[in-house]
């Protein structure tokens, strides 16, 4: 694809499942990785690997809830780097047993659960691009994808805070494009299905779990990580040049039905 080669990506979340792939498939297609994750040994070794490969690569913590470890993340990026041209907002809390965030009906969802859930899946992606648009405005280019969820689009009872997010990352999506795009910065959103990470490991393990979260589904299945990286790659390279403020789900056709 066009328009990746030397370009300088961040992937939040680029430790694990969605995000890790991308960093693949973006290293794939000549890019420069930073891998920014709250998990510091995942992060590192993920860009430990790609380095191996022949990749440009550079791992760094931060937890995207918090302003000055963006912009820390951001100006390690700069120093490194010169240059920011794709923002994969990937980061976020879901439905694991691993996860430390209810996800529940808003009446059962501990008030600083839900702080933490909006503060993650929100208002993370809102901060870095926060500190991304400007460099890429200056820049006259660059792309940022977020990554939302169906649950953004589609009421699906049972873990209020976090559609909550995502549905306003959709309405984030929407008007950081309309605002951007005359500097030369197109922001677009996916919104995954159910897809198999260690986000929902457990369900997918549980009896039973696997077919319950690709029931309804028309292809009749999970996606695989690498099955939503190429949809964020494909919109962030200039494959996609006139796409901007787009909301994409990539889910099966499970919102179709
Ligand atoms: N797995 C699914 O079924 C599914 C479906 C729709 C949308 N999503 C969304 O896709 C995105 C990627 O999730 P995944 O499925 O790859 O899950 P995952 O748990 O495998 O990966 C999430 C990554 O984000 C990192 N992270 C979490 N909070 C962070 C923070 N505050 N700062 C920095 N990094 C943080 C984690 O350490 C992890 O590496 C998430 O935003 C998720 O909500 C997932």
Not at 25 to 47: H, K, P, Q, Y
Not at 191 to 202: A, F, L, R
Not at 205 to 215: V, Y
């Amino acid at each position: 694809m066009t328009g990746l080669q030397g370009a300088v990506v961040i992937v939040t979340g680029g430790a694990s499942g969605q995000g890790l792939a991308a960093t693949r498939l973006f290293a794939e297609r000549g890019s420069t990785v930073v891998i920014a994750d709250w998990n510091r040994t995942g992060a590192e070794e993920a860009a430990a690997k790609l380095t191996a490969d022949g990749t440009p690569a550079l791992g760094i913590q931060v937890d995207v809830s918090d302003e000055a470890a963006v912009a820390a993340m951001v100006d390690a990026t700069m120093d490194r780097f010169g240059r920011i041209d794709v923002l994969f907002n990937n980061a976020g809390v879901g439905f694991s047993a691993r996860s430390r965030y209810a996800m529940a009906s808003v009446v059962d969802t501990p008030a600083e659960d839900w702080d933490a859930i909006l503060a993650i899946n929100l208002k993370g992606p809102a901060l870095c691009c926060k500190h991304v648009l400007p460099i890429m405005a200056t820049q006259g280019r660059g792309a940022v994808v977020n990554n939302a969820s169906i649950n953004g689009l589609v009421a699906m009872p049972g873990a209020d805070a976090y559609t909550a997010a995502k549905g306003g990352l959709v309405a984030l999506t929407r008007v950081l494009a309309a605002d951007w795009g005359p500097r030369g910065v197109r922001v677009n959103c996916i919104c995954p299905g159910g897809v198999d990470t260690p986000m929902i490991s457990e369900i997918l393990h549980a009896d039973g779990g696997r077919e319950a979260a690709a029931a309804g589904n028309p292809l009749g299945r999970v996606a695989r990580p690498d099955e939503i990286a190429s949809v964020a790659v494909f919109l962030a390279s200039d494959a996609a040049s006139y796409v901007n403020g787009v909301i994409l789900p990539v889910d099966g056709g499970h919102t179709a039905l």
